[in-house]
T-cell receptor, first 111, second 112 residues
């Protein structure tokens, strides 16, 4: 089976609210994780990454949390905007930065 | 500032045919990776090349092959196309094999 997976395939969120997207991984040896955003008709766009020696990393309106104990990764988006509507993937480094992607969570922002 | 460019953007092929997809990495990037994204799923790793050498291969049949040229551009070749090869093929480039990967828009391949 896949080594990286998402808990929920879809997420509907009110504009202005915070969004939380979850991801579980199975390889405890994984040392690097990335969140990507993919809009319709486009390739994945890098959002934020985190290494296994960190628990939390913040970017502009986004925060990634890593819980190595339960092998769980989450992406938090603050003040969700219509432009945040997309499919979000977590990806895991499986060696030399070859990436293993989960199935993705579709985020829909309600006006 | 040019990103990763892929060509063609779309194409339709018949079962049994051969296809070549092309990728130009970001200027200065020496590593190129190929991914297959079937509709509704996440990308699946196919190949990684760095400095013109294959650095990794995913779980794909030998019908899939690739190469990287001296200018670091890359081609993905698929022989004896099957209906199941219909997908979005993504190319990602990075400065080295251990750096952040930037994706192109992809090539949408439809096999009929």
């Amino acid at each position: 089976g896949e080594s990286v997976g998402l808990h929920l395939p879809t997420l509907s969120v009110q504009e202005g609210d915070n969004s939380i997207i979850n991801c579980a991984y199975s390889n405890s040896a994984s040392d690097y994780f990335i969140w990507y955003k993919q809009e319709s008709g486009k390739g994945p766009q890098f959002i934020i990454d985190i290494r296994s020696n960190m628990d939390k990393r913040q970017g502009q309106r986004v925060t990634v949390l890593l819980n190595k104990t339960v092998k769980h990764l989450s992406l938090q988006i603050a003040a969700t905007q219509p432009g945040d509507s997309a499919v979000y993937f977590c990806a895991e480094n499986i060696g030399d930065y070859k990436l293993s992607f989960g199935a993705g969570t579709t985020v829909t922002v309600r006006a | 500032d040019a990103g990763v460019t892929q060509s063609p953007t779309h194409l339709i092929k018949t079962r049994g045919q051969h296809v070549t997809l092309r990728c130009s990495p970001i200027s200065g990037h020496k590593s190129v990776s190929w991914y297959q994204q079937v509709l509704g799923q996440g990308p699946q790793f196919i190949f990684q090349y760095y400095e013109k050498e294959e650095r990794g291969r995913g779980n794909f049949p030998d019908r899939f092959s690739a190469r990287q040229f001296p200018n670091y551009s890359s081609e993905l070749n698929v022989n004896a196309l099957l209906l199941g090869d219909s997908a979005l093929y993504l190319c990602a480039s990075s400065f080295s094999s251990g750096a952040e990967a930037f994706f192109g828009q992809g090539t949408r391949l439809t096999v009929v």
